[in-house]
């Protein structure tokens, strides 16, 4: 029995020692393939900065240039690990890595099939999209300039500050709205005048003023016009269609909207068109008290209530 235990003791002490005198041989192999790696990620850091700081302000794709950099310096760091694992002199394991990379990549696509579909978008989009870099887009619900592009996610930035980030599928799947895709967007609002009042006349007083803004685009094919769009309740309604630069959204579709309905309202009131409110009707039942009216004579101070 203690011939027993002193053979295992000396294969046990013949295993530690022979596997601390490979440790000690592969050991500066092992530290050549962690400085590979931390080489190689800093090679990977500092050209795609350098790629950024040069190409991307010739670009005339910002987006696309942003998105290759992401996949440069992942590219990069893969193929720094796979190098290190070789000068490490562990060519097995690199195969191993590839080969369970292939079988994990199937198994987590169907675990994480989002987040596949997102990166599978990511890639289409960045090559095959209806947007570039500060257009104003509307995708479903959300409404913003289009801030950047990432493997999973498009960065919107909204009117009120938000900071949106729409899944690429979302974007690939459903319709996109571009505001400023060709610089242009016709905008449009409602005016109302009285039924007494001259609807040509009115109508060529606000063509005036359409003809003259230098902030309204007209050209041969954008043209503004009014026309008369509703008889209401109390006022005959006109409609406003103008042409507007949409490259800066806000002041384009926003403020010259503004600036237009206030000089069209101001005008009219001056050449004495009514813009008449909407009419209420009151209805008194039986069983309710009559409302008390004050009516105004000729003299002030003659008052009479009714």
């Given at each position: 029995?203690?011939l027993?235990?002193?053979?295992t ?9 022979n596997y ?29 900065n ?16 942003k ?17 290190a ?9 690199a ?7 292939g079988g ?14 997102n990166?599978?978008?990511g ?21 913003g ?17 938000r900071?949106i ?11 996109v709205?571009?505001y400023?895709a060709d610089?242009?967007?016709?905008n449009?609002?409602v005016?109302g ?9 009115a ?8 003809d003259?803004?230098?902030y309204i ?6 043209e ?13 309604n ?5 042409w ?7 002041k384009?579709?926003?403020v ?21 409110a909407?009419?209420k ?18 003299s ?7």
């Amino acid at each position: 029995m203690l011939l027993v235990l002193q053979s295992t003791a000396e294969t046990i002490t013949k295993s530690i020692n022979n596997y601390y005198e490979i440790f000690i041989e592969v050991l500066p192999r092992i530290a050549l393939g962690i400085f590979v790696i931390i080489l190689g990620i800093l090679i990977a850091q500092l050209l795609t900065n350098v790629y950024k700081k040069r190409i991307l302000k010739k670009a005339e794709d910002p987006l696309m240039a942003k998105f290759l950099a992401q996949a440069i310096k992942l590219v990069l760091i893969v193929i720094a690990v796979l190098l290190a694992l070789r000068v490490a002199g562990l060519n097995g394991v690199a195969t191993g890595v590839l080969t369970a990379a292939g079988g994990a990549a199937i198994i987590l696509g169907f675990a994480f099939q989002d987040i596949g579909k997102n990166f599978l978008a990511g890639i289409i989009l960045a090559f095959n999209r209806p947007f570039n870099v500060n257009d104003t887009v509307k995708v479903d619900e959300f409404f913003g300039k289009i801030k950047g592009l990432n493997f999973r996610y498009m960065h919107m930035k909204s009117f009120d500050g938000r900071d949106i980030y729409v899944p690429n599928s979302d974007v690939l799947t459903k319709p996109v709205e571009n505001y400023t895709a060709d610089g242009f967007f016709r905008n449009e609002f409602v005016v109302g005048i009285g039924y007494e009042d001259d609807i040509e006349s009115a109508k060529n007083i606000i063509q005036q003023i359409l003809d003259k803004n230098d902030y309204i685009v007209n050209d041969d094919e954008h043209e503004n016009f009014v026309y008369e769009d509703e008889l209401a309740a109390s006022t005959v309604n006109l409609k406003i269609f103008f042409w507007v630069d949409t490259f800066d959204y806000r002041k384009s579709a926003i403020v010259v909207r503004g600036n237009l309905m206030r000089q069209i309202k101001e005008t009219l009131e001056k050449e004495g068109f009514n813009l008449p409110a909407d009419i209420k009707e009151l209805k008194l039942y039986g069983n309710e008290e009559d409302i008390p009216l004050r009516v105004l004579t000729d003299s002030p101070d003659e008052q009479t209530e009714q």
